[in-house]
Each structure stands twice: as C-alpha cells, then as structure tokens.
Antibody
Framework: EVQLLESGGGLEQPGGSLRLSCAAS????????MTWVRQVSGKGLEWVSV????????HYADSVTGRFTISRDNSKNILYLQMNSLRAEDTAVYYC???????????WGQGTLVTVSS | DIQMTQSPSSLSASVGDRVTITCRAS??????LAWFQQKPGKAPKSLIY???SLQSGVPSKFSGSGSGTDFTLTISSLQPEDFATYYC?????????FGGGTKVEIK
C-alpha cells in the first residue's frame, strides 16, 4: 500500500524558512517522480513543483521559483521542499504526491499545514 | 502557462442522477488530462488519467472522455459518497495546472 506522510509544517514569520518532508513507503521510491501541490483554505489546488525519480530534473511554479527548492533522498525514501523567503500567500496545506509516467499524480499524502504570519 | 477552465463551478444533483463536468484547456494537451475527487478536509483522490483511464480501485460509474482541448468527467449514477469537489489537471506541459474545481452538492 502506497503511503505518503508529510511533516514539517507550522507557523513561520514572513521572510522565514521551513522545510517540509514527505516519507514514502509501499513502492519503489527511487523509480518515481514526486510532486508537491498546495491548497489555500477554501480554494483550489495549485501545482508547486516536481522532481524526477533520480533527482536530476526539477520544475517549479512561477509563484515559488527562486524561493522553494525540491529535493529527495532516495536512500531514505524522503521527499523535501525547502521553502525560503516565505510570504503570507504561501499559507496553505501542502500535499506530496507520487507521480507516474509524464508526471501524472496517482497517490496523495494527507497534507501538512503551513501558516505564514507575524 | 496552460489555463484549465472547468464548468460549472458548482452543481446541485440528486442521488441517481447522471452528472457531467467539463474541462477546457487553453491549448491542446492531447490526452494528458487527469481528474481528482476531494471531500471536505481530506486529501484529493485520483480518479482518471490519460483522459479516460480509470485509476486502480475507482468504480466504473466514473468515466472520462476527450482529447485536445475539451474533456468531460461523467458520473453515471450519483451516490451519496460522490458529493465532493472535482478537479481536472493537465500534465502535458509544466507547470501542471489544475482547473478551478466543480463542487457537486446534494439537491
């Protein structure tokens, strides 16, 4: 059974940093791309970033480019999202997702809440 | 970026109704289109990929069609557990944009 467990969310001040983690199990982690998606409370889904299976290719939404960095540790089956220069508009639930061929999402984690506020 | 437009943004339907949701891409995406279901307070769930292929474990009352720019999600006979918000997403080109969602409510 695929399991994705996010952690690292919390309250951070504007301009601060947080690192989200996503622990994966139930599949061969090193064989699949992984994605981060976020959702502001009461709003729709926003694609944030993707990383290839090997970690050598990444893509970002314009809204986070230059501030967020996606990475992975295939030896530990963990996906990361380093979030710097946080803004109030980054406040959202962040989901990690397993991605199949072409980056399509097939399984989702339960999400972790990030709140950016002074 | 490719814009994904869903319609309607919300609808009211009765148990047993056939429901159709539309998703339009601002440019052609072949069949790189997925549908997701999200219930309040829960993570999204994958329903369909490749515009018409059912994710493993998803009941056959859900079906998808379309190619290019116009796509539909159909629920053949709405059941109480199907009341939720549905999102489309294109994965043809980065960023992999989502539609704004369609909330299916009980009439």
């Amino acid at each position: 059974e695929v399991q994705l467990l996010e952690s690292g969310g919390g309250l951070e001040q504007p301009g601060g940093s947080l690192r989200l983690s996503c622990a994966a199990s139930g599949f061969i982690f090193s064989s699949y791309a992984m994605t981060w998606v976020r959702q502001v409370s009461g709003k729709g889904l926003e694609w944030v970033s993707v990383i290839s299976a090997s970690g050598d290719s990444t893509h970002y939404a314009d809204s986070v480019t230059g501030r967020f960095t996606i990475s992975r540790d295939n030896s530990k089956n963990i996906l990361y999202l380093q979030m710097n220069s946080l803004r109030a508009e980054d406040t959202a639930v962040y989901y990690c997702a397993k991605s199949g061929r072409y980056g399509r999402i097939d399984y989702w984690g339960q999400g972790t809440l990030v709140t950016v506020s002074s | 970026d490719i814009q994904m437009t869903q319609s309607p943004s919300s609808l009211s339907a009765s148990v047993g109704d056939r429901v159709t949701i539309t998703c339009r891409a601002s440019q052609g995406i072949s069949n790189y289109l997925a549908w997701f279901q999200q219930k309040p307070g829960k993570a999204p769930k994958s329903l369909i990929y490749g515009a018409s292929s059912l994710q493993s474990g998803v009941p056959s009352k859900f079906s998808g069609s379309g190619s290019g720019t116009d796509f539909t999600l159909t629920i053949s006979s709405l059941q109480p557990e199907d009341f939720a918000t549905y999102y489309c997403q294109q994965y043809s080109t980065y960023p992999h944009t989502f539609g704004g969602g369609t909330k299916v409510e009980i009439k």
